[in-house]
């Protein structure tokens, strides 16, 4: 092959990659994030920032972050300035305060501005969520000023545009729809709506939600104490916020680190998970002692040791349908911690009526195995023990944490795991040991 020809493969290959990336950017960072993290920023070099800008956003946030800081000073200031302040923000804070003012430093003057006054919030607050980059009219202004404005900014995915007046209070919204349809001499004031509701930019994330659920809005504004207005919180912005804070729920509940993704490092999964497996197996020593007060019990009833595994299974599964149903309704927002006393009562009724179906079945198996009813007797009534217990324990754990301001999530099911290993095999074996001249 001459060298003219392998200069025609490249560039051939190299517009193909382009194309790919920008026609499906989610399959196209999905490919990349097998690769290391220098083999990306090299691939990213090479593409128009255009071409990157889209594929940024479906990276996992520690490949992005590894990438971005094997990025050139040129792409780096590039991403900074084109990305979502959101997208930036989510970077920036995840590194330290000397790089952070580093990097804004060689930014343009406004665009660090935003994006600093974006970090001093906190995480998880409607400032962290909102885009900044808004576009407002006031009251005064005719339809045909409006769309020469909106002409020349040329906004994205709005759906309608907010108003403020001289001070900088927001005062009303108008609909993109309602601007293109007004006679051009008509003003703002004359087809504007009030503002159904609006956010503090120190919130929580909760609040917002409740908000956009509340009015079915597909976006809502940010204000400062002022009134004034300093942003916009959109409906796409907040379903990927919570989306990425269900997914983190999943991990924490089993002492997984929420910064951890699938292809991270060996070493940060590890580190992140080891500190949380001792404590598990602390539980599990809490859990062998009760059975080690028993050893007498079992030692003379050795078919106890054979269900023991039964009843705390069991009650395992119930204890871990308690928790997911509760956990949703407070992620959810269904439930507050007033109604703890009612969500309780239902999760021991459910815990109660299924325990006591459950004991019957098995019951009716242990008989049929040993031909003892003492034994029948004993396992049935643990079960109905251990499941109202476990009903109580999924409910009450995620609730009693966030009452003392801690995430539900932040490994629940490890707490509940030990209490229905400890009430199960305490159950079984105290009933054992109380009812042991039946068997």
């Known amino acids: 092959m ?21 026609d499906f950017p989610f399959e196209a960072a999905q490919i990349l994030e097998t690769l290391p993290a220098h083999e990306i920023a090299e691939l990213l070099e090479e593409q128009a920032i255009s071409v990157v800008l889209p594929l940024w956003q479906y990276l996992a946030i520690d490949i992005a972050e590894d990438v971005f800081f094997q990025l050139t000073d040129t792409r780096q200031r590039q991403l900074l300035t084109e990305l979502e ?9 995840r590194t330290s305060s000397s790089k952070i003012k580093s990097l804004l430093a060689q930014l343009d003057k406004h665009v660090a501005n935003e994006l600093q006054a974006l970090l001093e919030f906190p995480e998880d607050s409607a400032g962290r969520l909102m ?42 919204r108008v609909a993109i729809q309602e601007i293109a349809i007004a006679d051009p001499d008509t003003l703002i004031q004359d087809i504007m709506v009030p503002v159904l509701t609006s956010v503090q930019a120190l919130d929580p994330k909760e609040e917002v939600v409740d908000r956009l659920e509340q009015y079915k809005l597909n976006s809502i504004p940010v204000v400062d104490f ?21 997914s983190v729920d999943i991990q924490t509940m089993v002492g997984a680190s929420k910064d951890e ?23 599990a020593f809490l859990a062998s002692a009760v059975v080690g007060i028993f050893e007498s019990t079992i030692a003379q009833f050795t078919a106890l040791a054979v269900l023991l595994p039964v009843v705390a299974g069991q009650s395992g599964n119930a204890g871990a349908q308690s928790l997911a149903v509760t956990m949703r ?14 969500v309780v009562m239902k999760e021991v009724n459910v815990g109660l009526l299924n325990g006591v179906a459950i004991a019957l079945t098995t019951a009716a198996c242990v008989y049929f195995w ?61 009933t ?7 068997l």
């Open 2 to 22: 001459s060298a003219s020809d392998a200069t025609v493969e490249l560039e051939a290959e190299k517009a193909l990659t382009r194309r790919y990336m920008l």
């Open 85 to 93: 302040p959101t997208l930036s923000v989510k970077i920036l804070s």
């Open 131 to 172: 885009d900044p980059r808004i576009i407002n009219l006031r009251p005064p202004m005719s339809v045909e000023q409006a769309e020469t404005k909106l002409r020349s900014s040329k906004p994205k995915a709005v759906n309608e545009v907010y108003v403020i007046d001289d001070q900088g209070v927001l005062v009303g």
């Open 226 to 246: 002022n009134m004034q207005l300093i942003g916009v919180i959109r409906s796409a912005r907040l379903l990927k916020a919570l989306q990425e804070e269900m």
């Open 261 to 283: 993704r699938a292809l991270s490092k060996t070493s940060f999964a590890v580190a992140k998970r080891l500190p949380w497996l001792h404590i598990n197996l602390l539980t």
């Open 329 to 342: 309704g407070l992620a959810l927002r269904e439930i507050s911690l007033r109604h703890w006393p009612k």
């Open 370 to 430: 040993s031909q003892s009813i003492g034994l029948a007797l004993v396992i049935a009534i643990a079960m109905v023990i251990s499941m109202i217990a476990a009903g109580f324990s999924g409910a009450v754990i995620p609730i009693t944490l966030r009452r003392f301001g801690q995430d539900p999530a932040q490994s629940s099911s490890i707490i509940l795991t030990t209490v229905t290993d400890v009430v199960g095999f305490f159950s079984f074996l105290g």
């Open 432 to 438: 054992a040991t109380i009812l042991a001249t039946l």
